[in-house]
């Protein structure tokens, strides 16, 4: 608590501290208080809460918070638990059900009528940032944020500003964005379940699915990457994604081997909407499937005793072993910069993003934290599915500098390559599908 009061005090609190947020200065000066210097009550009730100063003049504040769907009542409670921190101040917070992944079209859309603060995935940043819908976040609160977040996150949520400056745009939420292996350990056995051959047979002996969405390019980017066409940010116009140079024999050789797999476990290898794995588990007809972490705790309560959870299996290909490579990112709580209270924005969203709330939605949610000190917490440490996404981690590219053409061709990718009249045995076929996928994703046609 003491912490981030001394980042804070130390030199910041002047009427410059919010400069840059996209809305109007505080007016707080140097230690001033709302609360008679109280101690106890300046610092807060957590590690997250700052001087009554921050504020400014801003008072009877009208906040909307946008949260993903299973995180609504959670957010309710600990916006609660802010309202407590600061008891001197009024506020009338909303929070509003929204998707993550649909959060920057709505802000471009209309940012005047958009949440204040709302949490985003980190592919989405950049277009945040272009279009000026996204505030910095304030100047007096980044060495804290830094300090007390992971260093990749950090770094994710960096980008140059208008000025060419180094700037950090969004609050840190989660270290997780990714997805693993999660099955039903009655049907694949731990050994299955480190290759797809495995976990597809496994599956199949049993009667049961393996669900894996191919028709979003979100997971079906797998097929690309496991085959070497991984992308490395965008070109130097900001637009275009950029690929890593690949062997184009050995991608064909790898896209082929997903294709015959998918069709010698026909009836088996079912392409789905990720929800499907959860009801799935629940009413007996799937074994295995890819999610994400934040399907955790459905996954669990539909499987109980016998959940399991793995990084993403093996591939043969020409007698090699390959991991299979997915994506891997962020998310993170931004700052409307059209809120009419920049200040309570600012403060509720590292409120929101600090150690005691993260703790509380890895508990409750599953969620992978990027606060270090929770990261060390055995909730963290003893979690089958946040080291499964840990450990897939390591084989991934980064759901950073995404272009938005990004993810309809390699959901087309994923749909051809599963679709009944489609031809593993077809290198010619192949390779085109491979070239037009990344012309497509260029927007060079």
Not at 396 to 401: A, L, M, P
């Amino acid at each position: 608590m003491k912490k981030i009061l001394a980042i804070l005090m130390a030199g910041v609190l002047t009427a410059t501290a919010f400069a840059g947020c996209g809305g109007e200065t505080s007016n707080a000066s140097s230690g001033s208080s709302s609360n008679s210097g109280s101690s106890s009550n300046a610092t807060g009730v957590n590690a997250s809460t700052v001087d009554y100063a921050y504020f400014g003049e801003e008072d009877n504040v009208k906040l909307k918070v946008w949260a993903p769907d299973a995180a609504v009542n959670l957010v309710k409670k600990q916006i609660e638990e802010f309202k407590k921190a600061y008891s001197e101040k009024t506020f009338d917070i909303t929070v509003v059900a929204q998707g993550e992944s649909d959060a920057a079209t709505q802000m471009l859309n209309d940012a005047s009528a958009a949440a204040d603060v709302f949490s985003f995935p980190s592919d989405q940043l950049n277009k945040l940032v272009d279009a000026g819908v996204i505030a910095p976040v304030a100047k007096g609160f980044k060495d804290y944020v830094t300090s007390e977040n992971s260093e990749d996150t950090i770094k994710a949520g960096t980008l140059k500003n208008s000025d060419g400056e180094d700037t950090l745009y969004a609050y840190p939420e989660t270290n997780d964005n990714g997805y693993y292996m999660v099955y039903d350990n009655t049907v694949v056995t731990e050994e299955d379940a480190k290759t797809l051959e495995g976990t597809l047979a496994a599956c199949k002996k049993a009667g049961k699915k393996f669900i894996f969405d191919a028709g979003d390019g979100f997971y079906a980017c797998t097929f690309a990457f496991t085959a070497g066409a991984k992308i490395d940010g965008l070109e130097d116009d900001g637009i275009t994604q950029k690929f890593v140079e690949y062997d184009e024999d050995e991608a064909v050789k790898t896209l082929q081997a997903f294709a015959k797999l998918i069709k010698e476990y026909k009836g088996t290898f079912t392409s789905l909407n990720v929800k499907n794995v959860a009801s799935g588990f629940k009413n007996g007809t799937c074994g295995a499937g890819i999610d994400g972490s934040w399907d955790t705790k459905v996954n669990q309560d539909s499987l109980g005793d016998k959940f399991g959870a793995a990084k993403l299996p093996t591939i043969n290909v020409d007698g090699e072993d390959k991991q299979l490579i997915s994506m891997f990112g962020y998310k993170y709580i931004g700052v409307n910069g059209s809120s009419k209270y920049p200040n309570s924005a600012q403060i509720l969203a590292l409120y929101l993003s600090g150690e005691e709330c993260q703790k509380q939605r890895t508990e409750e949610l599953g969620w992978g934290p990027s606060n270090l000190n929770v990261q060390k917490d055995k909730i963290v440490t003893e979690s089958a599915v946040l080291n499964a996404i840990k450990d897939q981690s390591q084989n991934s590219c980064t759901q950073v500098n995404i272009a938005s053409t990004f993810w309809t061709p390699m959901g087309n990718l994923g749909n051809k390559l599963v679709a009944d009249e489609w031809n593993p045995d077809d290198a010619d076929a192949t390779r085109k599908l491979l070239k037009d996928t990344i012309a497509n994703v260029r927007d060079e046609g």
